[in-house]
């Protein structure tokens, strides 16, 4: 019997499909919002490889562009906020002020999603995840979700949360918040020295995590997600208070050098 899966309302890993892509017969990726419908689909018969937040190519009639915080296109390939037009694009927000649509839309009409993708030479659409969380790391944009879908694949790593931490010269650092598997005693070392292996021979270490600070628990919001918001407040916190013992033990192992105390 043909099963057909359909997923959607979320960004999609090449681990998830590779775990259920063999009870199916095919298995289509779409993207899609309430206010424009539908906007691109992918779909792979079994055994088909898939890569990660690949969400295939736009449905007839519909335009995506690819901007920077300013507004400006980006090249192809790179990451960008998605702006989209569709024959199904919504008129109005029913019962809200005018400003409240307004607002969503750019002034030469485009409608502002909210998300953050980019688009491949080959027509692909890769949507990572909600633009608001990517992280300005120098003069990169850095979703999250690239650096949790690697991580996530140390057999240590029970969940991961990347966070932005400030940092003075690259602007926001990027700080992996990690749960650990019960009786798992991996460090920050093992983490990175894992993540750099899946990811060096792609991108170079640019991307990859300044701080591997580990957890408890996440705080989580009304709808049991994780609170980013939170989270980067705690580690930020957390990175803070690191920086300053360092210099309070600088400062106390200067003042003993000098004045030959030991």
């Not at 424009?36 to 079994?46: A, H, R, V, Y």
Request: some cysteine; aromatic content about 8%.
């Amino acid at each position: 019997m043909s099963k057909h899966l359909i997923t959607g309302g979320m960004p999609v890993t090449e681990k998830l499909i590779n775990s259920v892509q063999p009870a199916f017969t095919k298995v289509t990726v779409r993207y899609g919002i309430t206010e424009t419908g539908d906007i691109s689909t992918n779909t792979m018969e079994s055994g088909s490889t898939f890569k990660s937040f690949d969400c295939g190519t736009c449905i007839r009639g519909v335009q995506v562009r690819l901007v920077d915080a300013d507004f400006k296109d980006v090249a192809p390939g790179q990451t960008g906020r998605l702006l989209l037009k569709s024959p199904g694009m919504f008129g109005k927000y029913v019962g809200q002020p005018e400003c409240e649509t307004l607002d969503k839309f750019t002034s030469d009409g485009w409608f502002i999603s909210g998300d953050a993708g980019c688009k491949q030479m080959n027509g692909h659409l890769f949507v990572m995840g909600r633009s608001d969380t990517m992280i300005l790391h120098n003069t990169f944009n850095i979703h999250p979700s690239w650096i949790e879908k690697d991580l996530r694949t140390h057999p240590a790593v029970k969940e991961v949360v990347v966070v932005p931490v400030p940092d003075e010269v690259n602007f926001q650092n990027i700080c992996a918040c990690v749960l650990r598997h019960e009786g798992s005693d991996a460090n920050e070392e093992d983490i990175l020295t894992h993540y750099r292996d899946i990811y060096v021979a792609q991108e170079g270490d640019r991307f990859s995590p300044n701080y591997i600070l580990f957890f408890d628990s996440f705080p989580v919001q009304r709808n049991g997600q994780t609170d980013r918001s939170q989270l980067a407040e705690q580690a930020t916190a957390t990175v803070q208070s690191s920086k300053l013992a360092k210099i309070a033990t600088n400062i106390v192992k200067h003042f003993t050098d000098s004045n030959g105390v030991h």
